[in-house]
Protein backbone atom coordinates (compact mmCIF):
# COMPACT_ATOMS: atom_id res chain seq x y z
CA UNK A 1 0.00 0.00 0.00
CA UNK A 2 1.13 3.94 -0.98
CA UNK A 3 0.17 5.94 1.63
CA UNK A 4 0.76 9.59 2.09
CA UNK A 5 0.97 11.62 5.18
CA UNK A 6 -0.14 14.88 4.81
CA UNK A 7 0.99 17.45 7.82
CA UNK A 8 2.56 20.31 8.94
CA UNK A 9 5.09 22.16 10.47
CA UNK A 10 7.09 18.56 10.59
CA UNK A 11 10.71 19.95 10.47
CA UNK A 12 9.19 21.78 13.59
CA UNK A 13 8.82 19.15 15.71
CA UNK A 14 6.32 18.83 18.79
CA UNK A 15 3.47 16.43 19.10
CA UNK A 16 1.78 16.69 15.75
CA UNK A 17 5.77 15.77 14.24
CA UNK A 18 6.51 13.00 16.50
CA UNK A 19 2.86 11.19 15.73
CA UNK A 20 4.05 11.53 12.04
CA UNK A 21 7.43 9.75 13.20
CA UNK A 22 6.12 6.90 14.72
CA UNK A 23 3.24 6.30 12.11
CA UNK A 24 5.89 6.71 9.15
CA UNK A 25 7.89 4.45 11.14
CA UNK A 26 5.68 1.52 11.78
CA UNK A 27 4.17 1.75 8.29
CA UNK A 28 7.06 1.03 6.46
CA UNK A 29 8.15 -1.48 9.07
CA UNK A 30 4.85 -3.53 7.85
CA UNK A 31 6.19 -2.94 4.21
CA UNK A 32 4.36 0.16 3.32
CA UNK A 33 5.54 3.18 1.36
CA UNK A 34 5.44 5.97 2.64
CA UNK A 35 5.62 9.46 1.99
CA UNK A 36 5.43 12.71 4.03
CA UNK A 37 3.76 15.71 2.18
CA UNK A 38 4.68 18.86 4.73
CA UNK A 39 2.33 22.28 3.99
CA UNK A 40 3.69 25.58 4.49
CA UNK A 41 2.74 26.19 8.37
CA UNK A 42 4.06 29.58 8.29
CA UNK A 43 3.28 33.28 7.03
CA UNK A 44 6.94 33.24 6.30
CA UNK A 45 7.50 29.76 4.20
CA UNK A 46 10.25 30.87 2.06
CA UNK A 47 8.48 28.33 -0.68
CA UNK A 48 5.15 30.13 -0.83
CA UNK A 49 3.57 33.06 -2.42
CA UNK A 50 2.94 35.95 -0.33
CA UNK A 51 0.54 38.76 -0.93
CA UNK A 52 3.21 41.24 -0.01
CA UNK A 53 5.81 40.24 -1.24
CA UNK A 54 5.41 40.71 -5.14
CA UNK A 55 8.75 39.26 -6.19
CA UNK A 56 7.24 35.35 -4.98
CA UNK A 57 4.34 35.98 -7.41
CA UNK A 58 5.71 33.35 -9.91
CA UNK A 59 7.18 30.95 -7.29
CA UNK A 60 5.68 27.28 -8.58
CA UNK A 61 3.81 26.04 -5.38
CA UNK A 62 4.68 22.51 -6.96
CA UNK A 63 6.60 20.12 -3.80
CA UNK A 64 10.04 19.98 -3.27
CA UNK A 65 11.84 17.16 -2.09
CA UNK A 66 13.82 17.67 1.02
CA UNK A 67 17.44 16.59 -0.11
CA UNK A 68 18.36 15.04 3.35
CA UNK A 69 14.88 13.13 2.94
CA UNK A 70 13.73 11.64 -0.07
CA UNK A 71 10.59 10.87 1.31
CA UNK A 72 9.59 13.59 2.74
CA UNK A 73 8.53 16.78 0.38
CA UNK A 74 6.95 20.09 1.23
CA UNK A 75 4.39 22.53 -0.74
CA UNK A 76 3.93 25.84 -0.39
CA UNK A 77 0.69 28.03 -0.51
CA UNK A 78 -0.86 30.75 -2.39
CA UNK A 79 -1.37 34.06 -0.30
CA UNK A 80 0.58 32.18 2.84
CA UNK A 81 0.02 35.30 5.00
CA UNK A 82 -3.66 34.34 5.25
CA UNK A 83 -3.96 31.18 7.30
CA UNK A 84 -7.02 30.01 5.55
CA UNK A 85 -4.74 29.76 2.51
CA UNK A 86 -2.75 27.14 4.28
CA UNK A 87 -4.99 24.42 4.64
CA UNK A 88 -6.87 25.13 0.90
CA UNK A 89 -5.41 22.52 -1.84
CA UNK A 90 -2.97 22.89 -3.92
CA UNK A 91 -3.52 21.84 -7.86
CA UNK A 92 -0.29 19.62 -7.69
CA UNK A 93 -0.38 18.41 -4.63
CA UNK A 94 -3.93 17.19 -5.42
CA UNK A 95 -2.98 15.22 -8.13
CA UNK A 96 0.07 13.56 -6.50
CA UNK A 97 -2.22 12.64 -3.78
CA UNK A 98 -4.13 10.96 -6.51
CA UNK A 99 -1.36 8.30 -7.09
CA UNK A 100 -1.61 7.22 -3.77
CA UNK A 101 -3.71 4.31 -2.56
CA UNK A 102 -4.46 5.90 0.75
CA UNK A 103 -4.02 9.59 2.45
CA UNK A 104 -3.50 9.92 6.29
CA UNK A 105 -4.15 14.07 7.18
CA UNK A 106 -1.99 14.07 10.73
CA UNK A 107 -2.92 17.33 12.27
CA UNK A 108 -3.47 19.13 15.36
CA UNK A 109 -6.91 20.56 14.17
CA UNK A 110 -9.40 19.18 11.94
CA UNK A 111 -8.94 22.51 9.04
CA UNK A 112 -5.83 21.06 7.13
CA UNK A 113 -8.47 18.19 6.00
CA UNK A 114 -9.42 20.30 3.53
CA UNK A 115 -6.04 20.15 1.80
CA UNK A 116 -6.52 16.50 0.41
CA UNK A 117 -10.72 17.43 -0.33
CA UNK A 118 -10.22 17.30 -4.18
CA UNK A 119 -8.21 13.90 -3.92
CA UNK A 120 -9.81 10.58 -4.68
CA UNK A 121 -7.72 7.82 -2.89
CA UNK A 122 -9.61 7.17 0.61
CA UNK A 123 -8.71 9.58 3.16
CA UNK A 124 -8.56 9.59 7.03
CA UNK A 125 -8.01 12.59 8.99
CA UNK A 126 -5.91 12.02 12.41
CA UNK A 127 -6.67 15.12 14.68
CA UNK A 128 -6.54 16.05 18.95
CA UNK A 129 -7.97 19.35 19.48
CA UNK A 130 -9.64 21.81 17.43
CA UNK A 131 -8.45 25.50 16.89
CA UNK A 132 -10.54 27.29 19.14
CA UNK A 133 -9.74 25.39 21.59
CA UNK A 134 -6.07 25.39 21.12
CA UNK A 135 -6.37 29.65 20.44
CA UNK A 136 -7.83 30.13 23.81
CA UNK A 137 -4.46 29.40 25.31
CA UNK A 138 -2.12 31.38 23.01
CA UNK A 139 -4.78 34.15 23.36
CA UNK A 140 -4.15 35.04 27.05
CA UNK A 141 -0.82 36.14 26.73
CA UNK A 142 -0.93 38.34 23.88
CA UNK A 143 -1.68 42.13 23.40
CA UNK A 144 -5.52 42.89 24.29
CA UNK A 145 -5.79 44.73 20.72
CA UNK A 146 -4.15 41.69 19.13
CA UNK A 147 -6.18 39.26 21.37
CA UNK A 148 -9.40 41.22 19.70
CA UNK A 149 -7.90 40.23 16.39
CA UNK A 150 -7.13 36.93 16.96
CA UNK A 151 -10.53 36.21 18.14
CA UNK A 152 -12.32 37.80 15.36
CA UNK A 153 -10.85 35.00 13.05
CA UNK A 154 -12.06 31.77 14.97
CA UNK A 155 -15.16 31.83 13.72
CA UNK A 156 -14.25 31.44 9.91
CA UNK A 157 -11.52 28.83 10.94
CA UNK A 158 -14.09 27.19 13.25
CA UNK A 159 -16.08 26.70 9.75
CA UNK A 160 -13.21 25.65 7.56
CA UNK A 161 -12.72 22.98 10.34
CA UNK A 162 -16.34 21.88 10.13
CA UNK A 163 -16.31 21.76 5.93
CA UNK A 164 -12.81 19.78 6.30
CA UNK A 165 -14.59 16.82 8.81
CA UNK A 166 -17.23 16.61 6.04
CA UNK A 167 -14.84 16.22 3.42
CA UNK A 168 -12.70 12.94 4.65
CA UNK A 169 -13.99 9.57 4.73
CA UNK A 170 -12.92 9.18 8.48
CA UNK A 171 -12.23 11.28 11.04
CA UNK A 172 -9.30 9.30 13.97
CA UNK A 173 -9.34 11.14 17.48
CA UNK A 174 -7.02 10.92 20.41
CA UNK A 175 -9.77 11.92 22.94
CA UNK A 176 -13.19 11.38 23.77
CA UNK A 177 -14.41 15.00 24.29
CA UNK A 178 -12.66 14.96 20.60
CA UNK A 179 -14.87 12.03 19.79
CA UNK A 180 -17.86 13.86 20.52
CA UNK A 181 -17.42 16.89 19.18
CA UNK A 182 -16.87 15.27 15.61
CA UNK A 183 -20.18 13.98 16.24
CA UNK A 184 -21.91 17.01 17.22
CA UNK A 185 -20.71 18.45 13.87
CA UNK A 186 -22.18 15.76 11.43
CA UNK A 187 -19.04 13.54 10.77
CA UNK A 188 -20.23 10.15 11.78
CA UNK A 189 -17.20 8.18 10.63
CA UNK A 190 -14.90 8.35 13.72
CA UNK A 191 -13.04 6.50 15.80
CA UNK A 192 -11.21 6.45 19.03
CA UNK A 193 -7.27 6.21 17.44
CA UNK A 194 -4.24 7.56 19.77
CA UNK A 195 -0.90 7.19 18.94
CA UNK A 196 1.36 4.89 20.26
CA UNK A 197 4.70 4.81 21.80
CA UNK A 198 7.40 1.83 21.85
CA UNK A 199 7.68 0.67 25.76
CA UNK A 200 10.43 -1.20 24.88
CA UNK A 201 12.37 2.20 24.36
CA UNK A 202 10.34 4.31 27.52
CA UNK A 203 10.35 2.12 30.10
CA UNK A 204 11.91 2.34 33.94
CA UNK A 205 15.61 2.62 34.29
CA UNK A 206 15.70 1.55 37.83
CA UNK A 207 13.46 1.37 41.06
CA UNK A 208 10.61 4.56 41.83
CA UNK A 209 13.08 6.82 44.07
CA UNK A 210 11.42 9.84 45.45
CA UNK A 211 14.41 12.06 45.94
CA UNK A 212 15.03 12.57 41.87
CA UNK A 213 13.91 15.44 40.21
CA UNK A 214 10.85 16.68 38.93
CA UNK A 215 10.40 16.70 35.00
CA UNK A 216 8.66 19.10 32.72
CA UNK A 217 9.23 18.85 29.52
CA UNK A 218 8.03 20.09 26.20
CA UNK A 219 8.14 22.93 23.93
CA UNK A 220 9.41 25.66 25.98
CA UNK A 221 8.27 28.34 23.74
CA UNK A 222 4.64 26.89 23.75
CA UNK A 223 2.53 29.72 25.92
CA UNK A 224 -0.34 26.76 25.95
CA UNK A 225 2.24 25.25 27.85
CA UNK A 226 1.96 27.83 31.05
CA UNK A 227 5.69 27.38 32.23
CA UNK A 228 5.33 30.12 34.54
CA UNK A 229 2.81 28.10 36.43
CA UNK A 230 4.90 25.13 36.58
CA UNK A 231 7.80 27.24 38.59
CA UNK A 232 5.37 28.72 40.68
CA UNK A 233 4.25 25.18 41.49
CA UNK A 234 7.81 24.46 42.34
CA UNK A 235 8.45 28.12 44.47
CA UNK A 236 5.62 26.56 46.66
CA UNK A 237 6.54 22.98 47.03
CA UNK A 238 10.03 24.18 48.00
CA UNK A 239 8.27 26.20 50.20
CA UNK A 240 6.12 23.99 52.32
CA UNK A 241 7.68 20.40 51.45
CA UNK A 242 11.28 20.75 52.84
CA UNK A 243 12.63 18.41 50.35
CA UNK A 244 15.78 19.00 48.02
CA UNK A 245 14.16 17.48 44.81
CA UNK A 246 15.34 19.59 41.37
CA UNK A 247 12.85 20.98 39.30
CA UNK A 248 14.22 20.20 35.74
CA UNK A 249 12.93 22.50 32.47
CA UNK A 250 13.63 20.53 29.23
CA UNK A 251 12.47 20.67 25.50
CA UNK A 252 13.12 22.60 22.27
CA UNK A 253 13.77 25.82 23.15
CA UNK A 254 13.72 29.01 23.25
CA UNK A 255 12.38 29.96 26.55
CA UNK A 256 9.32 31.72 25.98
CA UNK A 257 9.63 35.35 26.81
CA UNK A 258 6.86 34.91 29.87
CA UNK A 259 9.27 31.87 31.28
CA UNK A 260 12.71 33.60 30.74
CA UNK A 261 10.62 36.57 33.18
CA UNK A 262 9.70 34.22 35.67
CA UNK A 263 12.77 32.31 36.14
CA UNK A 264 14.94 35.87 36.27
CA UNK A 265 12.40 36.81 39.20
CA UNK A 266 12.39 32.98 40.96
CA UNK A 267 13.62 32.87 44.59
CA UNK A 268 14.41 28.99 43.63
CA UNK A 269 16.01 29.60 40.60
CA UNK A 270 19.53 28.06 41.83
CA UNK A 271 17.25 24.91 41.95
CA UNK A 272 15.81 24.76 38.49
CA UNK A 273 17.77 23.50 35.81
CA UNK A 274 16.80 24.36 31.82
CA UNK A 275 18.10 21.71 29.51
CA UNK A 276 17.37 23.27 25.90
CA UNK A 277 17.04 20.86 22.72
CA UNK A 278 17.28 17.40 23.91
CA UNK A 279 18.08 14.99 21.30
CA UNK A 280 14.88 12.60 20.94
CA UNK A 281 17.39 9.83 21.73
CA UNK A 282 18.38 11.24 24.88
CA UNK A 283 14.88 11.67 26.54
CA UNK A 284 14.16 8.08 28.01
CA UNK A 285 17.47 9.19 29.75
CA UNK A 286 16.18 12.24 31.03
CA UNK A 287 12.68 10.79 32.40
CA UNK A 288 14.22 7.46 33.58
CA UNK A 289 16.63 10.38 35.79
CA UNK A 290 12.73 11.77 37.00
CA UNK A 291 10.51 11.25 40.05
CA UNK A 292 7.13 12.74 39.18
CA UNK A 293 6.75 14.20 35.68
CA UNK A 294 5.12 18.10 35.74
CA UNK A 295 2.41 19.18 33.40
CA UNK A 296 1.08 22.64 33.91
CA UNK A 297 -0.73 22.92 30.05
CA UNK A 298 -3.71 25.35 29.55
CA UNK A 299 -4.66 22.84 26.48
CA UNK A 300 -3.52 19.34 25.81
CA UNK A 301 -5.07 17.13 22.76
CA UNK A 302 -3.14 14.10 23.94
CA UNK A 303 0.25 14.90 25.32
CA UNK A 304 2.91 12.48 24.26
CA UNK A 305 5.64 13.55 26.55
CA UNK A 306 3.12 12.70 29.21
CA UNK A 307 2.49 9.39 27.91
CA UNK A 308 6.44 8.35 27.58
CA UNK A 309 7.04 10.18 30.97
CA UNK A 310 4.47 7.13 32.82
CA UNK A 311 5.77 4.97 30.14
CA UNK A 312 9.12 5.35 32.45
CA UNK A 313 7.81 5.13 35.73
CA UNK A 314 6.64 8.62 37.10
CA UNK A 315 3.83 8.87 37.98
CA UNK A 316 2.29 12.49 36.41
CA UNK A 317 1.09 15.70 38.33
CA UNK A 318 -1.28 17.80 35.61
CA UNK A 319 -3.71 20.27 35.13
CA UNK A 320 -7.14 18.76 34.03
CA UNK A 321 -6.93 18.55 30.22
CA UNK A 322 -8.80 16.95 27.58
CA UNK A 323 -5.50 14.90 26.80
CA UNK A 324 -4.40 14.67 30.52
CA UNK A 325 -8.01 13.31 31.51
CA UNK A 326 -7.45 10.75 28.96
CA UNK A 327 -4.54 8.61 30.53
CA UNK A 328 -4.29 10.35 33.88
CA UNK A 329 -6.34 8.14 36.55
CA UNK A 330 -6.15 10.78 39.50
CA UNK A 331 -5.09 8.57 42.44
CA UNK A 332 -4.07 6.27 40.61
CA UNK A 333 -1.04 7.11 38.16
CA UNK A 334 -1.22 10.65 38.89
CA UNK A 335 -3.35 13.93 40.23
CA UNK A 336 -5.37 16.17 38.17
CA UNK A 337 -5.67 19.73 39.11
CA UNK A 338 -8.34 22.55 38.21
CA UNK A 339 -6.92 25.34 36.04
CA UNK A 340 -7.21 28.54 37.65
CA UNK A 341 -5.44 30.54 40.22
CA UNK A 342 -4.91 28.22 42.49
CA UNK A 343 -3.38 25.48 40.11
CA UNK A 344 0.29 26.29 41.44
CA UNK A 345 -1.15 25.88 44.89
CA UNK A 346 -2.70 22.23 44.19
CA UNK A 347 0.25 21.19 41.48
CA UNK A 348 2.67 21.87 44.80
CA UNK A 349 0.37 19.44 47.00
CA UNK A 350 -0.15 17.04 44.48
CA UNK A 351 3.79 16.79 44.13
CA UNK A 352 4.16 16.50 47.87
CA UNK A 353 1.54 13.73 48.24
CA UNK A 354 3.25 11.71 45.14
CA UNK A 355 6.87 11.70 46.55
CA UNK A 356 5.66 11.08 50.43
CA UNK A 357 2.72 8.32 49.89
CA UNK A 358 1.98 6.02 47.51
CA UNK A 359 4.64 7.08 44.86
CA UNK A 360 5.58 3.92 44.44
CA UNK A 361 3.01 2.47 43.66
CA UNK A 362 1.65 5.20 41.14
CA UNK A 363 4.84 4.30 39.54
CA UNK A 364 3.94 0.64 38.71
CA UNK A 365 0.50 2.12 37.61
CA UNK A 366 1.39 4.66 35.14
CA UNK A 367 3.92 1.93 33.56
CA UNK A 368 0.89 -0.40 32.92
CA UNK A 369 -1.39 2.09 31.46
CA UNK A 370 0.84 2.70 29.01
CA UNK A 371 1.85 -0.90 28.43
CA UNK A 372 -1.75 -1.99 28.42
CA UNK A 373 -3.63 0.63 26.39
CA UNK A 374 -0.85 2.72 24.51
CA UNK A 375 2.31 0.58 23.43
CA UNK A 376 3.07 1.38 19.40
CA UNK A 377 2.51 -2.68 18.65
CA UNK A 378 -1.26 -1.88 19.68
CA UNK A 379 -1.95 1.36 18.59
CA UNK A 380 0.08 0.96 15.10
CA UNK A 381 -2.78 -2.32 14.79
CA UNK A 382 -5.38 -0.17 14.98
CA UNK A 383 -4.23 2.26 12.92
CA UNK A 384 -4.24 -0.54 10.43
CA UNK A 385 -7.73 -2.10 11.03
CA UNK A 386 -8.94 1.47 10.48
CA UNK A 387 -7.44 1.72 7.01
CA UNK A 388 -8.62 -2.00 6.44
CA UNK A 389 -12.54 -0.82 6.96
CA UNK A 390 -11.73 3.08 5.18
CA UNK A 391 -10.37 0.92 2.00
CA UNK A 392 -13.21 -1.91 1.93
CA UNK A 393 -15.62 0.82 2.94
CA UNK A 394 -14.34 3.13 0.13
CA UNK A 395 -13.65 0.64 -2.62
Not at 109 to 114: F, I
Not at 271 to 284: K, S, T
Request: one cysteine or more.
Amino acid sequence: MRVAIVTQGYLDGGGVSAIVSWLRLGLAEHGHEVHVHDLAASSRDSRSRRFLSPATWRLALNSEEEPADPELFHWGANWVELESQRYKPRAGLTAALDTYDLIQVVAGGPALGLSVGRATPPKALQVATTLLMERKAHLRDMPPAKQTAKAFSLGPLHRLEVKALRGVNEVMVENSWMERWVREQGQTNVTFAPPGIDIDVFRPARTWDPTRPIIAFGRLADTRKDWPTAVSAYEHFVATAGMENQLVLAGKGPLSPALERKLAASAVRDRIRVRLDVPEAELPQLLGEGSVFLQSSLEEGLGLAGLEAMACGLPMVATRTVGSSEYVIDGENGFLVAQGQEAAVELARSLVDVLTSGGEAMSAEAVRTCRDRYSSVAALKNFLAIYERLMERTR
